[in-house]
Structures are given as C-alpha cells and as structure tokens.
DNA sequence: CGTCGGTCGTAC
DNA sequence: GACGTACGACCGACGT
C-alpha cells in the first residue's frame, strides 16, 4: 500500500441496511429496537481499530429524489418504506459517528454513492490514497489505483487486479456490466433475461453496452438472446447511466475537513449506556480519566463534628456492620457523602483480625487499633439530632438496612427521601436485582469494589469488623460516594418518567413501617415447633420404611430423578408427562396422585413428600430463624423484587406459611401473640376480583360487589345461567377457580385440567362468562391494546411495568406477556393499596397512641399483634384504615379475626 | 467445597 | 405450549 495520505469514505446507509437485517431481535430494556444501530458500532470500531485512519467521511444518502429518479421514475420504486424500527435508529446513528468524531456529508439530490465518487476523484486529485469502505458492488466501478473498497464486515479488500481476477473485466466496465444485467433491489431493469453471468461474458467479450449494440448483428450467440438486447437497447443505456456513480457532484473541495480528531469518549460511553452495549460501555467509561477522588477517614472527634457540621442536604449514608442481616449486625463504621467523589468513613468498632497475632505481638498494637477509632457513643450522640431530623434529607442504597442497624443503637432515622435501590426497581421491576455495584456499573459506569473483595469469601471470609480499617475506608466511602451519584440520576428518571409521586407517598414512606415490622418479629411457640419436627420426622421415618418395602430397594425418596426410575423403570407404571427440560419423568403431585390409582406406592410418596415439606421449610426452618436476644423471627421484606410491586419476604418467608390442610394449620398455630396480647388478622375481601370490578367497570361485577354478594356463587350462577338459589358448592368451587382463572389470563386447556372437566366444557364456562362480564372481555382487551402501544402496563397508583414481549412475533412468548399485562395492574394495584393502607395504618396507631403493632402482610393481609383491651379499637381502626384506603367503583371489603394464634386468627 | 439450574411445593 | 407473583429445599451436574 502506498504510503500517501488514505482517505476512507464510509457508505453510511449501506452498513445501516446491512446491520439492520444481519442482526435480529436486538433491544434495549426501554424497548428501543438497537440491533443496526449495534452492528453499525460495529463496523465503525473495526474500522478505526483495524486501520486506524487519519482521514476519514462517512455518507449518508437523503431522503427524497434524485437525478435518478428524474430519468426514471420507476429508480427503487419497488423499495418498501424504511421499517420503523430502523428510522428509530438514525438518530442513535448519528450521535455515535457525531461522537465519534467522523464529519457526515450528506447531499440533496444525491445518494451515498456520488459522494463517495465525487470524493474519490478529489482526493485522488489531491494525492490522497481512497478506501471505499462498503460491501456495496456498486462501487468498484470506482477501483483504480489509487482507491480500493473494504468491507469490514467480511474484512475483504478488493483492488484492479482482484476485480480483473474475480470478474475478469476492468473496473469501469462495472458500469456496462451492471447496466445490462440490472439490479432487482433498486428496480434498474437492465436487459430482461440477461443476468449477471451473460452481462459478464458479453462485457468481458466486447468491451462495453455500446460495442454490444454496435456488433449487435455478428452476435455469437443464440437468436434469443439478439432479441432481447434488440428490444432491451434503450433499457440497456438507461440501466447503465442509473448504475453509473456520479462524479462531479458540487462539494468542498478540502479534504482537511475529514482529519480525524480524537472521539468523544464521555459522549460515546452515555450513548452506550442508554442503548445498554454493556461490553462497549465498560470499555469506554475506562478510558475516561478517573476523576480525583477524595475519601477519607475520621478518627477525632473534632474534625467529625467539623465535617458534620459542613454536611451538605441531601447527604447518602451507609453503615457498615459484622452480618448482612440488620437484625443480627452490629455497627462497625458509618460513611457520608454529600458531594460526588468526596465521601468519609468513621471507624468505630473494628477489632484486630486476628487473636494469635494480638498476643504475639505487645499489647499496645490493640491500644493503637481503639486509639484510631473514635468513641462510638461520643459519635453516635453527635449524629443523633442530625439522622433523626425529618428536615435533613438522607438519601441510601438499601436504607432500610441502616435504618435497623441505627435503630438498634437508639437511633430513629428520620428524612429518608430516596432509596437508590427503590428507585432502580420503580424504573424497572422486572430487573433481577437492584445491588449497588448493577447502578454503579449501569449508571455510571463504574465498578465498584465488592464487598468480597474486602472481606473474602467462604471459609475464609471475616467479619467487616476484622477488615483493616485502611481497608475499609476507599470501600465504604464508595458506597456512600456512588449512592449520592447515582441519587442525582435515579431522581432526574424517577420525575421524568412520572414515578416520584409512587416514590414520595408510596415506597419512601413504607420504608420505616416495614422496617419496624421487621424489627418488631413475630413471636413462635418453639416447642411446639421442636414437637411438630419430632412427629413429622417419626411419621417419615415409618413410611420410608414402607416405602422402601413396597420398592423392593432403598433409595433417595427426596430425587425425583431416583424416584422416577423406581415409579417408572422398575415398577412399569405409566409415565404421565415428562418434565420440561426432558431430564426425565415428573414425579409431581398431579403425576403421583393420578397415580396413586393403580399402586401403593405413589401414595406413600405423597405423603413422605408433604411431611417432609412442612419439616424441612417451615418446622424445622423456622427454628433456626428464631433470634437469640428476642426470641422472636424477624423475617426481611423485600421492596425491590417483584415484577408487580408486592412486597416479598424472606428470612423467612412468612407469606407462605401453610394454611390449607390441618398439618398446615398447625404451623401456623406455632405463630402466636405475647402473653396478655392476641393476633388479629385483616384481610381484604376479593381485593383483585374487586379491582377488577373497578378497572373494567364491569355492570355485573359491580353490582354483585355494590349487594355485597358471594362472588364465587354470582359468577356460578351467570356462568351457568342458574339462580343463585340453586348453585350447589361443586358449582361454586367451579365459579371460584373461574374467577381466579380470569385474574390470570387462564386457558380453556388450564381450567379444564383444573375442574377435570373436558377442554370442549371449559372454553364453553370461559365464553358463558365473558358474554355476561361483558365488561371483563372489553377491559382485557383494551389492556392489551394499550400494552402493545405502550410497551408497559400500569397500576392504577402509577406503578409500571414494561412488557417488551407483547409484540413479539412467537405466539408463545406473546401470550405470556399478555397474561403479564392483564395481571399485573390487578395484582400490582392491591400491593399499592396495602402497602399505603400500612403506610396509614402505622400513622394510625402512632397517633392513637395504641400498643398494637403491625407484624406481617401477606399481600392481602395484614397481621398485628394487639393487647386484648384494644381489639375493638384496633378492629375498628383497621377496618377503617384498609378499606378508605382508595376509593374505587365497589367498595373494599376488610374482614378481620382474632386469636390466640396464627390460625386461629384467620 | 461452592455455584447453579432443575424440580417440586407452599402461599396469595 | 396452555395461570399471575413470590421463596426455598433438595438433588445433581459442574467448576475450583
């Protein structure tokens, strides 16, 4: 290759076609389609890796017509219009190549290629060497000795001699080439029946179209042939001047203007950020200088006050503790960040890592550890007035967490406006996590340090307290640092998309409430609970001895794997379904029941199954889970897991504690109320079927609510168009799983596998039901016209959720979404509705100045434990607060019970 | 020895 | 393939 100055033109629209169309079914979380603005990134990076250029242009062509279309109005006339995923794209387009810092020319009148041309033909002038960097045939009508194609997507080169080799023909006979045979996809005729194999020969043969038409008569070639040219021949010039590039189009002649300059890296990685390329995001937010950071460590008293006293509003905090549990954790250190990249860290409990070394070494190594650290009461005093001011705002990650810790050091944290983690899960509940290194890494870019790195994992891993505080430091500062960072973000979204009345009446304000439930624990009957493992375990130790009998062998009842070979190899019986990912036999409850029919064993397995359950997750559990100071369980509500804005538990998880059958029950009679004090359960009365009722505006849903019927009887009796004197409990029970079907986006196929009934029978149910909830049938499909339009769906307290699937093209997947989009306003409105009616509840008590306390919610249920004198009261408050909690086209309905235990309350 | 996907079962 | 939302126990394959 020469050594002269390369100028590399980029056909723009060519690589926008071809990145569209090679890469499929590519978008971001928002929905915006990005698969030809990826592949274009693509080729524009391999370009300027690859060759590095000095030089460089990149065409577009522009809308409207052309010359071309002047001489024949027919020039891409078959061309469908640009798909609208691919007109979204430009824009992002253009912002990369502006980013990037490649000039983009751009000419009425003219296409991509003239430019390129014209271009070729200046710089060749001017001594510059050209790259047409295209996959575009086209173009090598312009290859001569100073200007060669490469196509970066096939990282091919082609030049004269590879054009003569390949083709056979010269460069500029391209042009006669491609005028005879024509090209289909811009609609230019050429000669009908000549295709580019006879274009070539005859080309290769005379030389050009005119030399063609002007032997026309000693034609070596068939008769046919001779009279499609002959009756082609103007066809055949015009294809050719359609194919020819023009040259001389009016433009700037200085090539200066294509010197590269550096890209805008800062602006490069913010696009990559929104269109999520995380790979290219990372690579470029790296190659952003680090901005000077600024954390530091406090130890004396004096410059603490000092710097608290300069806190800036809204201030992040973050604790540091010795367990991920807040009920378990004690405090180790706390940091502070009011402005980005400037955080502290006051140490206040670390300890030496190691004893051994403690004793080895002279005492004053552990005198010099506590003189480094400040007093933690001294410390705590002065933050005291600050944190649980409501006037100065704090912002966190998580802050629940802190919340609990702080508690439990006399601190009541007050102010607490935002939540990073809240926010990242109201912008997008479906995302699988909400941890501050995803927002560090999505937002900003940046990745954090991770709290394993600090304190290791495994066997190996340490309390925070036993890190060195040297350790400690650029770590916590971190946290506190990028949750201020990512505050400034997240609230600009949170206002933008319409989310900061959820944020500020909903979510922020349940902070404190759930975290004093959580506090606050639930109180079990641990004997009971040791008795019940005891009997569970006797039980199962009988009918695995039987089990075992009747199988001839002994084997893992617990593997559906080994069981299935047992149920199914070795004692022949029918398999029913397979599971889904074909590793084997289903050994579910539906297969082991049907089962049941025909042999001993499937019985047994069933009920060794269900003791088991009942012993391994609850019984013996929950045990465990019992603390060691309060005696009490204190399970975690998570804010930030689910895809419809219930509240989830863990830790246990007390919102599936059993209820159904009697061994159920008696879990739940191991949850019980302080001495002197009961368990009163609220629940909401067919909260979703109410809901329901309200958004489709339902005539027969809201009357039956509005009498206060049996919903379940009322839709037996539309259903099956008898009186509601005649339904029989069979027929109710049918309604019930109808009316739960419907909240779902049920099947006919499900309901009849549910009612046992044909599927013929079932969609006969479905179809009675839609022709009398009228209402229901035009609701759901509105909902789902909205979601399409949308992509997203919403409670009616502005709660959203995106639904990327609900236009996709596989039905399967389609219809998924589209159970997505009826259910989740349903079910995502109620958890609006109890998290305020908590919120109002909490409120409530405090300024009624009750004892009772809110322990659990079970999505539709909110559980409290309250001194007996204040059952009335509490009864009564409850039933006020839940159901004035929103006002709906049906009235809400509380009903509400009290006990000496779980069950009893219920 | 830890991680992770699969299967199963509990709740609303 | 066919009913939404969770948590978690257990198994077994796989990687360190």
């Not at 995502?828 to 009772?852: C, V, W």
């Amino acid at each position: 290759m020469t050594k002269s100055r390369t100028l590399y033109l980029i056909d723009g629209t060519a690589y926008l076609y071809r990145a569209f169309h090679a890469i499929r079914n590519l978008s971001n979380s928002k929905g915006l389609p990005t698969n030809a603005t990826y592949g274009f990134t693509m080729m524009l990076l391999k370009l300027i890796r690859d060759k590095e250029p000095d030089y460089a242009a990149m065409f577009f062509d522009m809308k409207g017509p052309t010359f071309r279309h002047e001489i024949y109005d027919q020039y891409k006339a078959n061309r469908p219009p640009m798909p609208e995923e691919m007109a979204v794209q430009i824009p992002w387009i253009k912002k990369i190549v502006a980013a990037m810092n490649i000039p983009v020319v751009e000419k009425q009148g003219y296409e991509a290629d003239d430019l390129i041309g014209t271009y070729t033909r200046i710089a060749k002038a001017q001594g510059f060497f050209s790259v047409m960097v295209t996959g575009d045939k086209d173009f090598m009508q312009l290859v001569d000795r100073d200007c060669v194609i490469w196509d970066p997507m096939k990282d091919k080169t082609m030049d004269v001699d590879s054009i003569r080799n390949d083709l056979g023909i010269e460069p500029i006979q391209v042009i006669d080439m491609l005028g005879l045979a024509g090209d289909t996809s811009d609609n230019i005729p050429g000669v009908p029946g000549v295709g580019p194999k006879t274009a070539l020969k005859l080309i290769s043969e005379y030389g050009n179209i005119q030399e063609i038409y002007d032997n026309l008569d000693n034609l070596k070639s068939k008769k046919a042939m001779h009279k499609k040219l002959l009756d082609n021949r103007e066809q055949a010039f015009l294809s050719r001047r359609l194919v020819t590039i023009e040259r001389s189009v009016e433009v700037s002649h200085d090539l200066g203007e294509f010197k590269m300059e550096k890209p805008d890296n800062e602006a490069l990685a913010e696009l990559f950020k929104n269109l999520e390329f995380r790979k290219l995001q990372q690579e470029y937010f790296e190659a952003l200088p680090v901005p000077e950071k600024d954390y530091r460590c406090l130890t004396k008293i004096d410059d603490i006050k000092k710097v608290l006293d300069e806190l800036k509003i809204p201030f992040a905090i973050d604790t540091e503790t010795t367990s991920q549990h807040p009920m378990l954790a004690e405090l180790v250190g706390i940091s502070f960040s009011c402005q980005p990249h400037r955080a502290f860290y006051i140490p206040l409990a670390h300890v030496r890592p190691d004893l051994d070394e403690l004793l080895l070494n002279s005492s004053d190594v552990s005198s010099d550890l506590l003189e480094s650290q400040p007093d933690i009461g001294e410390v705590l005093a002065m933050l005291k007035p600050i944190l649980e001011d409501p006037l100065i705002p704090k912002v966190g990650q998580n802050i629940k967490y802190d919340y609990i810790v702080l508690a439990k050091y006399g601190i009541e944290m007050q102010g607490m406006v935002f939540d990073t983690m809240i926010a990242s899960y109201l912008l997008n509940p479906s995302l699988r996590g909400h941890g501050l290194d995803q927002i560090a890494m999505d937002l900003l870019g940046h990745k954090t340090i991770k709290y394993e790195d600090v304190t290791g994992k495994g066997k190996k891993q340490i309390l925070f307290s036993q890190v060195d505080i040297e350790t400690a430091v650029p770590y916590a500062c971190e946290d506190a640092d990028i949750t201020l960072q990512a505050h400034g973000i997240l609230k600009k979204r949170i206002e933008k998309e319409g989310l900061l009345n959820l944020m500020e009446t909903i979510e922020m304000p349940l902070v404190p409430v759930l975290a004093k439930m959580e506090m606050q624990g639930i109180k079990v009957d641990v004997a009971k609970l040791h008795d019940l493992s005891k009997s569970f375990q006797q039980e199962m130790d009988k009918i695995e001895k039987e089990i075992f009998a009747v199988a001839g062998e002994t084997f893992n009842i617990n593997s559906s794997q080994q069981l299935g070979n047992i149920l199914f190899e070795k004692l022949k019986l029918p398999v029913q379904k397979k599971t889904k990912k074909k590793t084997g036999y289903s050994t579910d409850i539906d297969v082991l029941t049907k089962l049941a029919e025909q042999h001993e064993l499937p019985a047994l397995i069933l009920r060794f199954r269900s003791l088991g359950k009942l012993k391994s997750t609850y019984t013996d559990a929950l045990q465990q889970l019992v603390h060691p100071s309060t005696f009490r369980i204190h399970t975690s509500f998570n804010q930030t897991i689910t895809a419809t804005g219930r509240l989830s538990s863990s830790d246990p998880n007390l919102q599936n504690i059993p209820i159904r059958n009697e061994e159920g029950k008696s879990i739940r009679e191991t949850f019980i109320p302080e001495k002197g004090w009961k368990l009163l359960a609220a629940d909401y009365s067919q909260i979703e079927l109410r809901i329901l009722a309200h958004c489709a505006e339902d005539k027969i849903l809201i009357e039956a609510f509005t009498n206060d019927e049996d919903i379940h009887t009322r839709t037996a009796a539309e259903v099956f168009h008898a009186l509601p004197g005649f339904i029989t409990d069979e027929l109710r029970r049918q309604a019930k799983a109808i009316n739960f079907g419907i909240v779902y986006g049920m099947g006919a196929f499900k309901l009849a596998k549910e009612l046992s009934i044909s599927r013929k029978m079932a969609q006969t149910y479905i179809d009675n039901y839609f022709a009398r909830y009228s209402g229901v049938r035009s609701y759901i499909d509105d909902t789902i016209a909205q979601a399409r339009e949308k992509g997203e769906v919403q409670t009616l307290l502005g709660r959203r959720r995106r639904l990327d699937d609900i236009n996709a093209s596989n039905a399967n997947v389609r219809g998924f979404a589209e159970r997505m989009a009826i259910n989740t306003p349903i079910q995502g409105s109620a958890a609006d509705f109890i998290k305020l009616a908590m919120i109002n509840m909490d409120k409530a008590l405090r300024e009624e100045s009750m004892k009772s306390r809110m322990l659990l919610s079970v999505h539709d249920e909110i559980l409290f434990e309250v001194p007996e004198n204040e059952i009335d009261a509490l009864t009564a408050l409850a039933k006020k607060e839940m159901e004035g909690v929103f006002d709906l086209k049906v009235p809400l309905k509380v009903n509400i019970d009290c006990g000496d235990n779980w069950a009893e309350a219920h």
